[in-house]
């Protein structure tokens, strides 16, 4: 019964911890993000920004057959004259994306959007009770667009940077001056 009770302090402990980092990338998800993307940050920060990836990390899981099945959307804000069908841009950081198109327009300020279904070998982590119906992809992740568009079928009026993209964990055939970055 000891352990049983020990084991469950525990327990509660690291999910007070995790909680704790999902609530500190969500107050400032472009902070975390930058440390992936550059890591320069003094060594008091950099400890507490690793153990806040390692504990997000921990929350990520393969997705359900379920979450393959969904249309995911991600509005950003990128040079859109440097994406053509065909180019791969590398991602260091987490990924956030919704499964409601308009959260990712209102997100896009009216540059791109980007389409995706999720490949069987991406982690990912829905976030509870997330007002934006809330996504977070692993670390480390290459787009390539394989279509671009100006109005997808349920959009009311047209959007000139309409995305489709193909995710994948493999860095290679990357165009370096298209990393994201903030």
């Known amino acids: 019964l000891y352990r049983y009770f020990k084991i469950k302090i525990i327990y ?3 999910m007070n911890l995790t909680n704790e980092s999902l609530d500190n990338y969500m107050d400032d998800s472009d902070f975390i993000n930058s440390y992936l993307r550059n890591s320069s940050v003094n060594k008091k920060k950099r400890q507490s920004l690793e153990q ?3 504990n997000i990390c921990s929350l990520l899981h393969y ?3 379920k979450d393959l099945n969904k249309t995911y959307y991600r509005g950003m ?7 053509q069908v065909g180019i791969t841009f590398f991602n260091k950081g987490f990924t956030s994306c919704t499964t409601d198109q308009q959260i990712a327009l209102d ?3 009216k540059c791109c959007l980007f389409i995706f279904t999720l490949p069987k070998k991406i982690k990912m982590y829905k976030i509870p009770n997330s007002e934006e119906d809330e996504i977070i992809l692993q670390p480390n992740l290459r787009f390539t667009i394989t279509q671009i568009s100006k109005k997808t079928h349920d959009l009311k009026e047209a959007f000139e940077n309409i995305f489709y993209v193909k995710i994948s964990k493999n860095k290679s055939e990357v165009s370096d001056d298209i990393y994201i970055k903030d």
């Open 107 to 109: 997100f896009s300020d």
């Open 77 to 83: 804000r990128v040079n859109r004259k440097k994406l």
């Open 63 to 65: 997705p359900t057959q």
């Open 52 to 54: 806040d990836i390692n």
């Open 12 to 14: 509660i402990i690291l």
